[in-house]
């Protein structure tokens, strides 16, 4: 009861018991005057009534006022609570809502309880269906408390979220009369919540492996790529510890590697980790120790670096070929010099040789000793051939060959360096047939075939060599590129060792690419067939089964009429030529047994020791010179200038090119600018006597 109600209480007793005490009074007084006693009671009375309306009034007012006060505390408290506290009718409006609401949406309550904005309109569309839903279930289940999060859109355009909890009145009847409910923001929560379950989400679809384990090891956590990369399922990997995973951090280690990581909080590592079907892949681990509530933790990323570890691996072979293919270059060009010099000192042994055995008359025990001397000289020069062959590069020398006699030559040089339980088979059906090619390439060929056969048969076996004619048709030149339907030479390498790998037929040409120990082959082998034979304009292929063998069969187009022909074995007897001939060589050796030579055919010679002084003769002698023999490579002035400065003075000057290093390169070169012929060094009698007696024209 408040303050003025009380006062108005006594004061209204007091007036009511001076009123029966005045009454009392009159009465005595005026006991025989019954009229004027009755006037008095009725003011009397009337007096009591006044007071008593009074009374009423001054009770009133005490209660509004109080009532006022209430109002007042209940507003303070709605405005103060953190949130808006709401009074909401079903059709959606709001009679009474905190001012805070206006901190949430940017409209002031007045909005709503005033101007009779619906609740409504300011609840994000894409909430507002499950919202009424929620509501209308609630109503049927006639739930007495309901909580909701949704999203209100505020007057900027921007969103918030709110958390609902509303307290559901329903009536006598049933129905839903107001919902008395507290609005807070629950923006802040809500990104949190968005962001940890977008972090969730990384982290389980993230393209790392990653673990959450306890000091034991023990794994508390994996994600989806962890499930992935060790196949096996995350409730296997959550009974398991990371000691079962990691063979780098075993059982008896693993307190001093927990020690480790306190110590250091964070690091990488390169390590392993063990599948369910136990094959061990290399992982790239980072690993970072945390505190939690008092306990403590590791979280682990490892990165599958198996191909980066094979992009390294291969990178550090290819390092390791290159460098080998450099020591190979660097060998053939040693390789080239060696066999250029050496062909030099042959051609004063063999050029001698030759003479002796073509001279008559002379004592027979000279005879034979010229001819064993020739001989050697012969094997000599085909070695060097061989050595030739290596350091080529460069256009290819097109003449017939005769694929059986290659082979046969092939087979001698390596019966002396093959394993002797290797027997050799061959079989030739082939004669008749030739192929247009350079004959140090394709023994070449012939060698990289044999020796991988050999290597191939480290227990020994069989190398069958084979060749014979062949008719290749449309059908199976279309599958190989390049091919031409036509007669072809089959030259076909077969061997009985280890064979290939399914695996590796495929890569077998590649450069570089071998199956043999480290230091026991380069891995350019066979990509030196493959592209000696296709610039050839055949094809390569194999047939191989592991434990069964290998066979190599190489294609070849067939020589057409009329194409170049190989050297032709002269008689003893040689004709005589006619003819001054100019010889510019700067090595001595060379001139001599050169000029020997030439002068025992019959020609009359000027000899010149290096380019400058064979101009210089030229300059002075050209009309009375029939032809030019010129060294390649020399001092001062190579043999493709000094012809040159030769075809300056006369243009129809005749000049044969010869040098101890085969028909390549610069060489080619300077045969297409007018050179009538190359001879190669060492010179032998028969093939001097033909080259230069075609370019006189004295030869028959």
Aim: glycine share 10%; aromatic share 8%; net charge neutral.
């Amino acid at each position: 009861m408040g303050f003025l109600q009380r006062v108005s209480l006594l004061c209204g007793a007091a007036f009511l018991v001076i009123a029966v005490i005045l009454g009392m009074l009159i009465t005595r007084a005026f006991g025989e005057n019954a009229t004027d006693a009755r006037i008095w009671s009725i003011l009397l009375v009337g007096f009591a009534a006044l007071f008593a309306l009074l009374f009423g009034v001054v009770r009133k007012a005490g209660m509004f006022a109080e009532q006022q006060d209430l109002s007042r505390r209940l507003v303070s408290l709605m405005n103060n609570v953190p949130g808006a506290v709401y009074r909401g009718l079903p059709d959606w409006t709001m009679p009474m809502l905190g001012a805070d609401i206006e901190r949430f949406i940017g409209y002031p309550a007045e909005e709503f309880t005033g101007k009779g904005k619906r609740w409504l309109e300011v609840v994000h569309p894409d909430d507002l269906d499950m919202l009424k839903a929620r509501i209308r279930e609630a109503v049927r289940k006639r739930e007495r408390v309901l909580r909701l999060e949704y999203r209100l859109r505020h007057r900027d355009g921007s969103v918030c979220w709110v958390g609902d909890r509303r307290q559901m009145i329903y009536g006598e009847d049933g129905w839903l009369r107001w919902v008395d409910g507290l609005l807070l923001d629950i923006t802040d929560r809500k990104r949190s919540e968005i962001a940890l379950r977008l972090t969730q989400f990384s982290v389980d679809r993230g393209g790392d492996a990653a673990y959450w384990m306890g000091p034991d090891g023990r794994l508390l956590y994996v994600n989806d790529k962890a499930c992935e990369a060790l196949r096996y399922s995350r409730e296997e990997l959550l009974s398991m510890k990371i000691q079962e995973i990691n063979p780098d951090f075993p059982s008896e280690r693993w307190s001093s590697h927990w020690e480790e990581l306190r110590q250091r909080r964070t690091y990488s590592v390169e390590s392993r980790h063990r599948t369910k079907d136990g094959l061990l892949i290399p992982v790239e681990v980072t690993a970072n120790y945390i505190e939690f509530d008092g306990k403590e933790y590791n979280c682990v990323s490892a990165r599958d670096i198996t191909y980066r570890k094979r992009a390294e691996e291969e990178s550090r072979l290819l390092q390791s070929q290159l460098i080998q293919a450099q020591k190979m270059e660097a060998l053939g060009l040693l390789a080239g010099g060696i066999a250029h010099d050496f062909n030099n000192l042959l051609t004063g042994i063999l050029g001698y040789a030759n003479l002796l055995c073509h001279r008559k008359g002379i004592d027979p025990e000279i005879d034979r000793a010229a001819g064993a001397i020739q001989r050697a000289s012969e094997r000599a020069s085909n070695l060097t051939a061989q050595l030739l062959g290596f350091a080529r590069k460069g256009k290819n020398l097109n003449i017939e060959l005769d694929l059986g006699r290659m082979v046969t030559a092939v087979i001698g040089l390596l019966e002396r360096t093959m394993d002797q339980r290797i027997r050799i088979v061959t079989d030739f059906h082939s004669e008749g047939g030739c192929v247009l090619g350079d004959p140090s390439q394709l023994d070449q060929v012939v060698m990289n075939l044999a020796v991988n056969a050999c290597d191939a048969m480290p227990e020994g076996g069989r190398l069958k060599i084979v060749t014979e004619r062949v008719f290749l048709d449309e059908a199976f030149c279309r599958d190989r590129e390049g091919m031409i339907p036509g007669s072809h030479i089959l030259l076909s390498v077969g061997d009985t060792g280890i064979g290939i790998p399914p695996e590796n037929l495929e890569r077998i040409f590649d450069p570089f690419f071998t199956t043999k120990p480290q230091g026991k082959g380069t891995g350019l082998g066979l990509s030196m067939v493959f592209g000696i034979v296709r610039n050839h304009g055949g094809c390569v292929d194999v047939r191989s089964e592991a434990g069964a063998g290998t066979e190599f069969r190489v294609y070849l187009p067939e020589s057409r009429p009329g194409t170049p022909k190989e050297a032709v074995e002269m008689s003893a007897s040689l004709p005589r030529g006619r003819g001054r001939i100019l010889l510019v060589d700067d090595q001595e050796t060379v001139r001599e047994v050169a000029r020997d030579m030439l002068e025992a055919l019959g020609y009359e010679v000027i000899t010149a020791s290096d380019g400058l002084e064979g101009v210089s003769r030229y300059r002075d002698l050209w009309r009375e010179i029939d032809l030019v023999i010129v060294d390649m490579v020399m001092p001062n002035l190579s043999g493709g200038d000094c012809f040159r400065r030769m075809k300056e003075i006369n243009p129809r000057t005749r000049v044969i090119l010869s040098s101890g290093y085969s028909m390549e390169g610069a060489i080619q070169d300077v045969m297409n600018e007018g050179i009538l012929a190359f001879i190669q060094k060492p010179y032998r009698l028969e093939e001097l006597s033909r080259v230069v007696g075609t370019a006189v024209g004295t030869y028959q």
